[in-house]
């Protein structure tokens, strides 16, 4: 059984702007477009999607151009434009004021390499700027986060944490997780953030 998506801005992206009124969609894939009623009657049992308003595209398809994580870092405190350390520190002091204690603080676009001391914050020093809110920062590339203590302790990563599949866990020479992760290990702090999300999504 198919579905018919009406009431809203539906793009088509066949041409600059163009917009139909209703699409017929089966498992996924748009069969039909046109006019709300002939729709309708073409497809009487078809599931009706009313968009209420919202604006419906096309399936996107990622040619690696990291589009999710260039909308992630429009909702969130963006980090790429800054040149020293020292102005990334007092971006976060400012979004820890804005944010309800206990809220996520996330930061997008961080380049260490753009900084004249080439810092790569430690948790013990974003611990100094917020120890109350978890806190995820993500490196321009996408490969690796920087996270403070409470996000440590909600992932569950600890001293005796293995790294995962395909991922790293920075420790340093005691074997102390510096709060720097790589590749998967970023998952375990994100899939914690996630079910929080998932139940109340904070728009950052």
């Known amino acids: 059984m198919g579905e018919i998506w009406f009431g809203g801005t539906i793009y088509t992206m066949k041409a600059e702007m163009e917009t139909v009124e209703a699409v017929y969609t089966e498992d996924g894939l748009i069969k039909d477009i046109g006019i709300k009623e002939i729709l309708f009657t073409t497809y009487p ?4 999607q009313d968009l209420k308003g919202a604006v419906m595209y096309p399936g996107f398809t ?3 151009m990291h589009l999710i994580g260039h909308g992630e ?6 980090l790429s434009t800054y040149t020293a350390s020292q102005d990334v520190k007092e971006a976060l002091l ?5 944010t309800p204690e206990g809220e996520w603080i996330f930061g997008e676009g961080w380049n260490e390499n ?4 080439r810092k790569i914050f430690h948790k013990s020093e974003l611990d100094e700027i917020t120890s109350s809110h978890p806190m995820i920062l993500s490196r321009v590339c996408r490969h690796a986060v920087l996270v403070n203590t409470k996000a440590l302790e909600i992932a569950g990563i600890t001293k005796d944490a293995e790294n995962p599949p395909g991922g790293v866990i920075v420790k340093d020479i005691n074997g102390v997780p510096t ?3 790589l590749d998967q290990a970023q998952e375990l702090v994100k899939k914690r953030f996630r079910k929080q ?3 109340t999504y904070i728009k950052l």
């Open 197 to 199: 999300v998932k139940a």
């Open 94 to 98: 400012k979004k820890v004021q804005e």
């Open 114 to 117: 753009n900084f004249v001391d």
């Open 179 to 181: 709060g720097y992760l």
């Open 73 to 78: 870092k429009l909702l969130r405190l963006d």
């Open 62 to 64: 990622d040619s690696h």
């Open 45 to 48: 049992n078809a599931i009706k």
